[in-house]
């Protein structure tokens, strides 16, 4: 079984930043890609950025340039730089990660999203 633990989400003012963190746990064979998606009140659920083992990053293009991904030494954790945000980055933040456990093949993981409000 595996765990993502996001964290960092908190009410923040326009212009402001946050930094959210994703860390992966348990039965982890190997994880292969680690990303974020947000998903607003009343929308789908939107990729935002990926990175791979390699530090090739991936980012929505609303995004680049404000966002940056960035993965820990450990390989198991994930960061969001968030600079710049605006109203309408309000949304709940999920971490997402391809990991191959002990007992499967590579799928999807997901975290349980942290709540990310920015004021105008």
């Known amino acids: 079984q595996v765990q993502l633990v996001e964290s960092g989400g908190d009410l923040v003012q326009a212009g402001g930043s946050l930094r959210l963190s994703c860390t992966a746990s348990?039965?982890?064979?190997?994880?292969?890609?680690m990303g974020w998606y947000r998903q607003a009140v009343g929308k789908q659920r939107e990729f935002l950025a990926r990175?791979?083992?390699?530090?090739?990053?991936y980012y929505l293009d609303s995004v680049k340039g404000r966002f940056t991904i960035s993965r820990g030494n450990a390989k198991n954790t994930v960061y969001l730089q968030m600079n710049s945000l605006r109203p309408e980055d309000t949304a709940v933040y999920y971490c997402?990660?391809?990991?191959?456990?002990?007992?499967?093949?590579?799928?999807?993981?997901w975290g349980q999203g942290t709540q990310v409000t920015v004021s105008s």
């Open positions: 990175i791979n083992n390699e530090g090739t990053t």
């Open positions: 348990g039965s982890i064979g190997s994880i292969m890609t």
């Open positions: 997402n990660a391809e990991v191959r456990t002990y007992y499967t093949d590579y799928a999807p993981e």
